[in-house]
């Protein structure tokens, strides 16, 4: 298992927002838990003298190239970038240094998977420079993935069928529990169960964790599979819940 580091990235500056609460027509309802005073690259460069390989740049939405390319710029080849990406941007990211691209929205049409679209994409970054954000929610019979700042569901199931689908055409997924994420109020134990199950390429799992119990519940229930992300609990982040070093000695153990 390993930890997988975060840049989130909102109106140009790093953030740590709840999730469910980013919208494009409702600004007045934004749940901010953090706002740095340090640029990106601060962080990128924390992330590469710790040789935390394949952490995430994420763009919440418009106004956060400058800031993204900043990110990059502080670990040219060691970030993944997401947030807008298309097929034509994908390229000048990994250009400007980004190890992989993120994609979600993109890849999604009237709520349906667009395989046009993702074969597409794929051929453009080649399969081992792209990462499927298949962040989820819950609703009735399962998690479905959310696109647009995760707010509108797609028809896209969470299921061993799905995942064993996409991993034909991508190198990683990325999986935000969106109901929890950025509210340190535990993880989402049911789904890093599906994922665990499941998924049989890297995984990364994010949302909800607000103490190291959490980090070493995802180990466990997830059997070694999956590696994780956190935000809002790390006291780099404002957070109280673990520190960074904490962390980072976590990862530095789980990988000897």
């Not at 763009?59 to 800031?67: F, H, K, Q, R, S």
Request: a negative charge; glycine letters at 10%; one cysteine or more.
């Amino acid at each position: 298992m390993r930890f997988r580091p975060c840049i989130d990235l909102h109106d140009g500056r790093v953030k740590q927002i709840v999730g469910s609460t980013l919208s494009d027509c409702d600004s007045a309802n934004l749940q901010t838990n953090f706002s740095s005073r340090f640029p990106p690259s601060h962080y990128a460069r924390m992330y590469r003298q710790d040789n935390l390989v394949g952490g995430h740049v994420i763009m919440l939405g418009p106004g956060n190239e400058e800031a993204a390319v900043d990110a990059l710029a502080g670990w040219p080849g060691g970030l993944q970038v997401g947030g807008g990406i298309t097929v034509d941007n994908a390229g000048r990211w990994l250009e400007l240094g980004a190890s992989h691209v993120i994609v979600t929205s993109y890849v999604f049409h009237d709520g349906r998977l667009d395989s046009d679209r993702l074969r597409r994409l794929c051929s453009l970054t080649g399969k081992d420079r792209l990462v499927l954000d298949l962040s989820c929610r819950w609703k009735d019979d399962g998690y479905y993935v959310v696109t647009d700042r995760w707010q509108n569901f797609t028809r896209l199931r969470i299921s061993k069928e799905a995942l064993a689908e996409l991993a034909d055409s991508c190198n990683e997924f990325l999986v935000h529990a969106v109901d929890v994420e950025g509210k340190c109020m535990g993880v989402d134990e049911r789904l890093i169960d599906l994922l665990a199950a499941y998924a049989t390429i890297p995984t990364t799992y994010a949302g909800g964790v607000g103490t190291m119990r959490d980090l070493l519940l995802i180990r466990d229930a997830g059997k070694g599979r999956l590696d994780a992300t956190v935000g809002s609990a790390l006291d780099i982040f404002g957070g109280s819940g673990c520190t960074y070093d904490e962390v980072v000695a976590f990862h530095r153990q789980e990988n000897q």
